[in-house]
Nanobody
Framework: QVQLVESGGGLVQAGGSLRLSCAASGRTFSRYGMAWFRQAPGKGREFVAAISSNGGSTYYVDYADSVKGRFTISGDNAKNTVSLQMNSLKPEDTAVYYC???????????????WGKGTQVTVSS
């Protein structure tokens, strides 16, 4: 059974940092696209960042404009994990953050097959 489990969310002041992690189990995701999406109250699911690799040490990344330069996505094929380092956090980054995996790296949430349950990130002003 495939599982994605997020961790690392919490409450932080504006300007602070958090690091989210996603542990995948049930299959190897080294050739999959993995991504982070977020959903704020009353809003739809929003693309944050995505990563894919050739199964080795080369990774390809993509970021939403709203987080570019502040967030960094990284993957570890050996550990089957993906992380999201979030710096210079803003109140508008407040949302539930979801880890997801699919056959391709994409900004479209419908292209992903597996989803974690999410972790809450709250940024106070």
């Amino acid at each position: 059974q495939v599982q994605l489990v997020e961790s690392g969310g919490g409450l932080v002041q504006a300007g602070g940092s958090l690091r989210l992690s996603c542990a995948a189990s049930g299959r190897t995701f080294s050739r999959y696209g993995m991504a982070w999406f977020r959903q704020a109250p009353g809003k739809g699911r929003e693309f944050v960042a995505a990563i894919s690799s050739n199964g080795g040490s080369t990774y390809y990344v993509d970021y939403a404009d709203s987080v570019k330069g502040r967030f960094t996505i990284s993957g570890d094929n050996a550990k089957n994990t993906v992380s999201l380092q979030m710096n210079s956090l803003k109140p508008e980054d407040t949302a539930v953050y979801y880890c997801t995996a699919g056959r391709w790296r994409s900004r479209d949430p419908s292209r992903y097959d597996y989803w974690g349950k999410g972790t809450q990130v709250t940024v106070s002003s």
